[in-house]
């Protein structure tokens, strides 16, 4: 099984490399990871002791990042290795003070991971969610690294509970300890007989409140508002912007969308059916009177959440839903796609009366317009109990990271 996984890897590198051709997402994978070898070996220090971090992208970089931090204040002498397997991560994340050095993770080849191990040498490595790469799991065992899984959560459709799964599930074994988000998790675990986890929570939680607690207003915006009310769509795909649009028609709407190429903006603003303004734009003329106002940048939406009443949150008809948690923290009703069977927070929050399945136009409105004054603020207040609640993770993480 270890070979026919190592040839899936070097298949899917040749498959990366040909996309590299024509996909400049593809490009950024395969040049970022160029000469990682020597650069590494430079960045790496001789006297500190090296602990090493690995998100796939922006989301999972979100769920490690309280630990990281408060792992750093605690250990301020160690030196904080950080990895991305995606661009979408690397790409926003690569200046992030918090780090000492922040790479790719070279593809994971049993030649890639004895190497990469050997040079950076860390004494702890930290995986997130559902970063498995076996081979870099065994180099790290191999070196007595200890190696943590951090907010994991399993699925039945994952290999180790498949007919074929023991190869899989004795991979597991090369974890020191895997801290999970949920009781149901730790049930399929216990089924297949692994028990060397621990349930902590999802240190998601922790993250949006502090974001939440130390947020500060955008002076532009809030002079664009006027006092108005408003709702906040963000991480939106077309396919949400059908749903949504025709807000624009009665109040104000802030749009964040997740793809910011000009193409999708054009066609955000020849839909909407009604005056807007770019984000960048509105620095220019600050008196702008529009109903939409289209955020063209990275990196604001958590502030702009909190100027919301409502929140609507993308990627639930095909993609994948976006981080729900961040306006709920803000105590805002929040509404998203159908498609989140695999995001149990979603579920959880719908279950606590902060939110809403939204499937359809009509779903939309009854959602957000029919509601009086009353109905609005037990969802807000719902929504802001839930995610408060569930606080806590970071700090048994970090106790164990430290203790070890």
Not at 88 to 102: C, F, H, L, T, V
Not at 225 to 235: E, H, T
């Amino acid at each position: 099984m270890k070979h026919i996984y190592s040839l899936a890897i070097a298949a899917y590198v040749l498959l990366i490399h040909l996309a590299s051709l024509f996909s400049p997402k593809a490009k950024l994978w395969v040049n970022g990871r160029k000469n990682w070898r020597t650069k590494l070996h430079e960045a790496i220090p001789k006297n500190k002791n090296v602990v090493w971090f690995h998100c796939a992208s922006l989301g999972e970089f979100e769920q490690a990042r309280p630990i990281m931090e408060a792992y750093t204040k605690k250990t301020p002498g160690d030196f904080l290795l950080l990895t991305f397997f995606s661009p979408s991560g690397y790409e926003i994340k690569k200046n992030y003070p918090q780090a000492d050095y922040i790479c790719y993770m070279p593809a994971d080849l049993a030649s890639n991971a004895a190497d990469f191990v050997r040079i950076a040498k860390p004494t702890k490595a930290v995986f997130v969610k559902y970063e498995f790469w076996y081979n870099f799991m065994e180099a790290l065992f191999q070196s007595n690294c200890k190696t943590y899984l951090i907010a994991a959560r399993f699925r039945v459709d994952q290999p180790f509970f498949k007919w074929y799964g023991n190869w899989f599930v004795k991979q597991l074994q090369h974890f020191y300890k895997i801290h999970l988000q949920d009781l149901e998790s730790a049930e399929m675990l216990s089924k297949i007989g692994y028990t060397n986890f621990v349930v902590s929570g999802d240190p998601r939680f922790d993250r949006v409140i502090q974001n939440a607690d130390a947020s500060i207003e955008i002076p532009e915006i809030k002079r664009w508002l006027k006092g108005r009310f408003c709702m906040v769509a963000g991480s939106a795909w077309p396919a949400d912007e059908k749903i949504f649009l025709p807000w624009t028609n009665f109040r104000a709407l802030i749009i964040a969308p997740h793809e910011i190429d000009e193409a999708h903006l054009k066609n955000i603003e020849s839909s909407c059916g009604t005056s807007s303004i770019r984000y960048s734009k509105l620095i220019e003329q600050p008196d702008a009177s529009t109903n939409v106002l289209i955020i063209d940048n990275i990196g604001m939406l958590m502030r702009i959440y909190a100027m919301a009443e409502f929140a609507y949150v993308g990627g639930g008809f095909g993609t994948g839903l976006h981080n729900i948690l961040e306006p709920a923290a803000f105590g805002i009703p929040v509404a998203f796609g159908p498609k989140h069977e695999k995001f149990p927070e979603a579920q959880a929050m719908i279950h606590a009366g902060g939110a809403m399945q939204v499937s359809t136009k009509e779903d939309f409105t009854k959602f957000v317009m029919l509601m009086d004054d009353e109905q609005k603020a037990e969802i807000a207040n719902c929504a802001g109990r839930f995610v408060r609640s569930k606080v806590g993770a970071t700090e048994l993480i970090l106790n164990d990271l430290i203790v070890q």
